[in-house]
């Protein structure tokens, strides 16, 4: 039987996107800015995020000790809320709509490998969440993964399918449990 042989590991075709010094400028600006609660101003930090090139929209929150890998693949559209602690792992694209919510601790995950190759090849897909979806605290999205419009992830719940519109998922995977009803 086979066995994981990291020493062999490749990425390629993958790039991360940015120049070198781009992408040692926003470690900083991550760590300093975003994974701190230094500065707890939303405004400023969407204005970095443009900055690196992510697109913005109006009225975005973004709550202390958030970690983004790459803001050149982050869109995130207006009235957008970041919880504290959130980890977004922007290897490639993700797209966050209007009004979307992530929830304390929530993750968003475009990475894995392939653990059948000794190599351990790494894996990438975007993410889309569309407008009105409310990913709860704790839970994780995985690569691939659309969440329809308004759709929800309970608290802790795993999505690794996508999810349909005013649907409610729970669990690990997520099922949908029942529709969201908004009044």
């Known amino acids: 039987m086979f066995r994981t ?4 590991y490749n990425n390629y075709p993958y790039h991360p996107g940015g120049n ?3 992408r040692v400028l926003w470690y900083y600006c991550n760590a300093i800015f975003f994974k701190t609660s230094i500065i707890p ?5 969407a204005f970095l995020l443009k900055l690196f090139s992510a ?24 009235e957008s809320w970041i919880g504290e602690n959130v980890w977004i ?23 894995s490998h392939n653990y059948q190759k000794t190599s351990f090849d790494l894996i990438t897909k975007g993410i ?20 329809a419009s308004h759709a929800v992830l309970t608290s802790g719940s795993i999505a690794t399918k996508n999810m349909d519109a005013y649907g409610i998922y729970q669990g690990n995977p997520a099922v949908k449990i029942r529709e969201r009803e908004i009044s």
């Open 5 to 8: 042989d990291l020493s062999n």
């Open 20 to 22: 070198v010094l781009k």
């Open 41 to 45: 101003s939303s405004a400023f930090k």
């Open 55 to 78: 697109k913005v929209g109006k009225n975005v929150t973004i709550k202390p000790c958030v970690n983004i890998k790459y803001p050149w693949n982050l869109h995130i559209g207006d």
């Open 89 to 111: 792992d922007s290897l490639v694209p993700i797209h966050i709509g209007a009004h979307v919510c992530l929830s304390q601790g929530a993750v968003l995950l475009t990475g």
């Open 128 to 147: 889309i969440l569309e407008d009105g979806v409310w990913i709860c605290a704790g839970a994780m999205v995985n690569p691939g993964v659309t969440v």
